[in-house]
Each structure stands twice: as C-alpha cells, then as structure tokens.
C-alpha cells in the first residue's frame, strides 16, 4: 500500500502497525471498564446498600450524567483549540488520571451524612467523576482519527478497541466474588466497596496510560493543526449541519438507551428477582461485558466486506428478532439470563464499531467540505448524545423501579422485578427496528458515496486536484 501524504500539514502517514494499533486501543480499558463498572454497579450499591430511595438515586445518577453530556461539547472545542506546545489530545489525558482515579473511588465511599446532606455529596462527587471522565474520554476519541487516516486503519483500531473494552469487562464480572472475598477476610460491607471500586478504577484508569504513553509522537504537531474558525457555537454549528451527523448522533443515542437500561438492570434481575449466587452473578455479568469480545474482532472484516452503513443495519434487524425471543419466553433463569447477556454484548459491540464508523465518515466529509480538524468536536457531540441517552436510561429505570413498588431494603422484590422484563427484551426489540429505519431512509452517506469521499480525500491530502462529481448534494 503507498504511503500518503497531507499537504497541509507535512505529515507523513503510513499504514499504523499492530503495536501502535493494540497500545491505542488499550484506552478503551479505561472508558469501557471504568464506565460499566459505574453504570452496572453504582445505582444498585446506593439502593440496596447506602438504602437511597430508588427515585432519588436514579436523579442523582441522571443529574450527574446529564452534567457530563454537557460538558462534552465545550471539553471538545477547547481540546480542538488548544495551543498546548505539547499537543492538544495527550496533555489534557495526563493532567486528569489521578483525579479520575480518585473521584471514581469517592463514588463508593459511603460517607458520615444521612439525608439531605447524602444526596448532595453522591451528587458533587459524581458530577466530579464524569467531568474527569469526559477529560480522559474526549482527546482520547478526538486523537484516533488524527493518527488513523486510513478507514481501514480506523476499523482495525475499532476492532481492537472492541476486543479490549469488552474482554476488560470481564473484570466488571469479578465484582460480586470480591466483594464477598473482601468480606470474608473481616472488612464490613460498606468499607468492601470502595477497596474494590478504587483498586478496579485504578487498573482501568491504566489503559488510558498506556494510550497515552504508545501515542508518543504521533500527534499532529501544534504547528501543523488546522483548528477550527469561529467560536464553539460556530463550530458546532458547522459540524451539525454536516449531511448524515445528526442521524447519526441520533442512532447512538438510542442504542445507548438500550444499553444502558439492561447494563442498570442486570443486578436487579440476577440478584433480587431469580435470587443466584455470587459465582453465577458474576458469570451473568460476564455475559453481557465480556461476549462483545468475541465479536468485535469481525468489525473490522465485515466493514471491508459490506460497509459499515449495510453492516449496521443487518446488526440491528438480527438484535431486534433475539431481543422479542427473549421477551416471549421471559428472564426466568439462569441460562436465559446468560443467553440474554451474550446477546446483549455481541449486538452492541458490533453497532457501536459500525456507528463510529458512520462517524469517521461524516468527519471524512467535514475534512474534505472545509480545511479544518474538528475530531474532538465531531466526537465529543457525539458522545454528547451518548451520555444524554445513559442519563435517560438511569432516570427511566430510577422511576420505573419506584412506579413498580422496588424497595431496596424489602424481601419481597422478586415477584415486583418481574414487571421489568419487558423493559429488557421487548422495548429494545423495537428500538432497535427504529435505528434501522432511521438508517435505511435518514442516512444520506450509501457506501457508494463514501467510496467517492474516500477517493477525493487522498487526493485533497496529496495536494491533487479532486472532483466532487457525485457527491455534490453531500455539500
């Protein structure tokens, strides 16, 4: 394959080898992990365990997340704008791990406050958690496609980030076997928590070290940025009117739901409707974190082989069908539990490689429209979505825990969780069906088209003469 070279920016690329491919997509350990061990875990340890009313811990959870979503777009722009000497992705990561570490570990401290005062400290200290969380995320996702010109580079990334993410999620699984192994050595419930909590922050926070640390070199240098003209609201403004980016926002935000709403869910089911053990708990868990291991390693290989757009829409036809057959026969057991979870993982894992493919397109169309990066930007709006969609699914299941009679503290919570089962299988069932609408009929970038985007690109980067011939309505 022949090297290209941007014009612009006197950088010279070649395709990425698999060290710097796997060392940068070690990063997802510490969004994937880190995030799903929060969303799996934080609002079941403040009802069942800090005795938070189910309400009240959903808002907090959803106040929280919200505070995050908004914080994404303006940490975007000002990632995008920095004049940093030393790059404008990889500092803004270094300055932020420990606090990351430390305000993940506060999550799960159960402090000396009742009330009130209670409430208000899980709140400040989850609204800090998300910010340093959007401060490791965002440069993060803005600088994968500054170093990966190439789309086949990017799904190779992709697939590697989903095999890291949801393999590293296997450890979320590990959760209610230390948490009884903490409790065996004599340490009480509540001081369980946080040690396991702060030492698992730690290892995930790791992954975002060694991104950062194999990334060395390979961002555009300062001097050569194109940034972005105007203000945020410019900026942002541009970059929404891009053909296909509000759909594709749109997409994510309410696969995130569906996600969100069952990852939330999965202790409640397991633990207090069908009453398993810690071993098998941990096993369910496994199933819904780890089993997008197994398929996001094909990402990569069936983008090449159909195009993300195509490969999506297949993805959620096939999710929406094992989703309803999960409703019909009901999560009744263990084994439907594990089937549900490996369903779950591998729908997922595959639409959200193929989303951000979708998304590395729409940046591809921004590059070649205007002479600017805005990665950070693109993403992070993106991410906005994201997260308005978890804080969604945190504040629904918050109120439909309370609106079916769920008391943390009750021993009678079996027969009232069952109520939730049609919230896991079939509400995504149809949510799914509208994602593949929306693709099939919103979606303006086919894969014909991207492949003539793709070809203007490498001209435009070599300093050639490009035609827009046949994508002109993209502009």
């Known amino acids: 394959m022949e090297h290209e070279v941007f014009s612009n920016s006197n950088i010279e690329l070649q395709p990425l080898s698999n060290k710097k491919v796997w060392g940068f997509a070690t990063g997802t350990l510490g969004e994937y992990f880190v995030y799903y061990l929060f969303y799996t875990y934080f609002l079941y340890f ?42 404008r992705r990889r500092p803004m990561m270094l300055y932020t791990f420990i606090p990351f570490c430390l305000t993940f570990f506060l999550c799960f401290l159960r402090p000396g406050l009742e009330g009130t005062a209670l409430y ?22 803005g600088l994968l496609p500054e170093i990966a010109q190439y789309d086949n580079d ?17 450890a979320v699984s590990i ?4 948490l009884s192994t903490v409790i065996a050595l004599g340490v009480s419930e509540m001081t369980a928590w946080p040690i396991v909590m702060g030492i698992l922050g730690v290892i995930g926070c790791g992954g975002f ?21 105007g203000n945020l609201f410019q900026t942002y403004g541009r970059i929404i009117r891009l053909k296909g980016y509000i759909v594709t926002v749109l997409v994510y935000f309410i696969c995130t739901i569906n996600l969100c709403l069952i990852f939330a869910s999965i202790m409640y089911v397991a633990d207090n409707k069908l009453g398993l053990q810690p071993l098998q708990q941990s096993i369910v868990v496994a199933c819904y974190t780890f089993s997008g291991a197994l398929f996001a390693p094909f990402i990569a290989a069936i983008a090449r082989r159909v195009g993300s757009l195509k490969a999506f829409e297949i993805i959620m036809l096939i999710g929406a069908i094992l989703f309803t057959l999960c409703g019909f026969i009901g999560l009744n057991s263990f084994g439907i539990m594990v089937f549900h979870g490996i369903v779950t993982g591998g729908v997922f894992a595959l639409a959200t490689g193929f989303n951000y493919g979708l998304f590395y397109q729409v940046i591809d169309l921004a590059y070649l429209k205007r ?23 945190a504040f629904f299941l918050g109120i439909a825990l309370s609106i079916i009679g769920y ?37 303006p970038i086919k894969q014909n088209l991207y492949d003539l985007i793709l070809a203007a690109k490498a001209k435009k980067v070599n300093g050639e003469t490009y035609s827009k011939e046949g994508i002109e309505k993209l502009f």
Do not use: H
Not at 48 to 67: N, Q
Not at 156 to 165: H, K, L
């Open 120 to 141: 208000v400290y899980y709140a400040v200290v989850c609204l800090a958690f998300w910010l340093m969380f959007t401060t490791q995320q965002v440069p993060f996702y």
């Open 371 to 393: 002479d600017e990066q805005v990665e950070g930007s693109a993403i992070s709006f993106a991410t906005f979505g994201y997260k308005i969609g978890a804080a969604t699914a």
């Open 209 to 229: 070290v060694v991104c950062w640390y194999t990334t060395r070199g390979m961002e555009t240098p300062p001097e050569k940025v194109i940034r972005p003209e």
């Open 46 to 87: 403040l009802t069942d365990y800090v005795l938070v009313p189910a309400a009240i811990a959903g808002t907090i959870m959803s106040i929280a997340m919200i505070w995050d979503a908004m914080t994404d777009p303006i940490v975007g722009y000002i990632n995008d704008v920095s004049k940093n000497p030393k790059g």
């Open 407 to 443: 008391d943390g503290a009750s021993d009678v919570n079996a027969e009232v969780l069952g109520r939730l089962d049609s919230l896991l299988t079939f509400m995504p069932a149809v949510l799914l069906v509208i994602v593949f609408l929306m693709l099939v009929f919103l979606y």
């Open 154 to 170: 990017r799904m190779r990334i992709r697939s590697a980030m989903g095999f890291i993410g949801n393999a590293g999620n296997l």
């Open 175 to 178: 959760v209610p076997i230390a």
